[in-house]
């Protein structure tokens, strides 16, 4: 057997549960292993993730890209949303999320086009009719029409400052729609600066969840950002602005 077909995921359904109220079918589970070996075979052409270990890729991948569903209402969960999932990287948190909610629409953007090459391929082994990836620059596509204020959760994992996440995923929400950025340490000083940038991108901060993942017990916070009114028409200001001066 090789080393790749020996890296079995370990089964959490108690922490699933108890962490998410949620749990995932026999499919789903399959589906999550198949990523996962996935990953470790992209591995070795590009340099896709250094948490490579079952347990580890379970806690930082797969629990911690579901970890974002926990702020919202439960009747989203069952609903048809749009998703995008800006700096998706080797797809995540998308594609986790694109497995656990068939009924949402995923989309799965970056800038770099070798790991939107991985994704797509990702989506079609895995036969997924509800994903799709996109080469694009956040600060390019967020002013596109059809892309802009068109989707229901924005999301985003470490892209960049908070400010910065702010003026990438705001423009793609939808009035009434959230923008949800996945972080790690966090402080008032943090919500204070993140305030007023959020405030010039038509958003407002509405929950502040902190956890603590359930293997290794590192601390996150996860940000949820509902978007209020229309994003004035500057932002997002052109491609590296953001990242260079962040509001
Ligand atoms: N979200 C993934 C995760 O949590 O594993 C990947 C994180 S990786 C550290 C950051 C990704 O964001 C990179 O793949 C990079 O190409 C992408 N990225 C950075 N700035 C971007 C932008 N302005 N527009 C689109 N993608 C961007």
Redesign the pocket.
């Known amino acids: 057997m090789s080393q790749i077909e020996t890296n079995i995921l370990p089964q959490m359904s108690e922490i699933w549960e108890r962490s998410l109220d949620w749990q995932p079918s026999k499919t789903q589970e399959q589906l999550f292993q198949q990523v996962y070996q996935e990953i470790l075979q992209g591995n070795r052409q590009q340099n896709l ?1 250094r948490i490579t270990t079952p347990e580890d890729f379970w806690e930082k ?1 797969l629990w911690d890209s579901l970890s974002g569903i926990v702020g919202l209402e439960e009747k989203l969960l069952t609903q048809q949303l749009q998703l995008i ?6 797809g ?2 998308g594609i986790p999320l694109a497995i656990a909610f068939p009924q949402w629409q995923v989309t799965l ?4 086009r070798k ?1 939107i090459t991985f994704v797509n391929n990702l989506i079609a082994k895995l036969q997924l009719q509800n994903a799709t990836g996109i080469v ?4 390019a596509l967020g002013r596109v029409p059809g892309d802009r204020a068109n989707y229901d959760l924005a999301l ?5 400052k908070a400010a910065v996440c702010a003026e ?1 995923s705001l423009p793609f929400v939808r009035q009434g729609g959230l923008a949800i950025l ?1 972080r790690g340490h966090w402080s008032d000083e943090d919500t204070a600066s993140l305030k007023s940038a959020v405030a010039k991108l038509g958003g407002k901060i509405e929950l502040i969840h902190p956890w603590e993942t359930p293997l290794s017990k590192g601390v996150r916070h996860c940000i949820y950002i509902r978007k209020h009114s229309a994003t004035p028409k500057e932002y997002p200001r052109a ?1 590296g602005i ?2 260079q001066q962040p509001l």
């Open positions: 993730t991948h999932d800006i700096g998706t990287g080797a995540f948190p953007l970056d800038s770099t790991k694009a620059r956040a600060e985003v994992r470490a892209v960049s990438y996945y491609v953001p990242d």
